[in-house]
């Protein structure tokens, strides 16, 4: 089974400056996706940022990027010139190739100050 | 705008009836659906996998009996939590995914068992 891992409970950034937030995951597949969600207080899930297992170069969305290392199983999203509206719960999700059935880390909860 | 739609947002119910929430997709049709549950600051718990036209595939430790699931199309699949109790109430969210294999959620629908 797959499992999913964020070891980082909370993290803070000042506002404007650069964050990384850390997931590794484990799986038999080679094929598979990972994404990378937010989740405001309004608790509705806010795709922040996607990665294809077969593609080697890292996904990019404005300020949100990641750092996929395949062979490691890591993938880290690193959020520039954080904005206060960036504070939430962020949640990195492994899915299988098939109709996107997901396994979700623990979350990440992060602070951003002004 | 909102390509999969879940409804209602908010409900109360008195315990011992049942509620239905539906997870509608908007902008593609989707063969699977996945309804998760959510407690205060914990991850998404997968609950189980609603396919078109059959039944739902439900996740260890999940009662058929209590959360029924009826994908009735390919743009609907409803969550009917039966004779509710307290202990149910709680944050549940659907998912689909399009053929892109991208995953999007609902808004998600807070029941309150009184």
């Known amino acids: 089974a797959q499992t999913v891992t964020q070891s980082q409970p909370e993290m803070s950034v000042q506002e404007a400056e650069t964050v990384t937030l850390s997931c590794t995951y484990d799986?038999?597949?080679?094929?598979?996706?990972l994404f990378w969600y937010k989740q405001p207080p309004s608790r509705q899930m806010i795709l922040v940022i996607r990665?294809?297992?077969?593609?080697?170069q890292n996904a990019t969305e404005n300020r949100f990027s990641v750092n996929f290392q395949k062979a490691a199983k890591s993938f880290s999203l690193k959020i520039s010139d954080s904005q206060l509206g960036d504070a939430a719960m962020y949640f990195c999700a492994y899915t299988n190739t098939n109709a996107g059935k997901s396994t979700f880390g623990d979350g990440t909860t992060l602070t951003v100050k002004p | 705008g909102a390509v999969v739609s879940q409804h209602p947002s908010w409900v109360i119910c008195k315990s011992g009836t049942s509620v239905k929430i539906e997870c509608r997709s908007l902008?593609?049709?989707?063969?699977?659906m996945f309804w998760y549950r959510q407690f205060p600051k914990q991850s998404l718990m997968l609950m189980a996998t609603?396919?078109?036209?059959?039944?739902?595939?439900?996740e260890q430790g999940v009662e058929k009996d209590k959360f029924l699931i009826n994908h009735a199309s390919l743009t609907l699949s409803t969550l009917t939590v039966t004779s509710a109790h307290p202990e149910d109430s709680s944050f549940y969210i659907c998912s689909a995914a399009n053929t892109g294999n991208t995953i999007y959620f609902g808004e998600g629908s807070w029941l309150t068992v009184v």
């Open positions: 609603s396919n078109e036209g059959s039944k739902a595939t439900y």
């Open positions: 799986t038999s597949e080679s094929d598979y996706y």
């Open positions: 902008d593609f049709q989707a063969t699977t």
């Open positions: 990665q294809e297992a077969y593609k080697q």
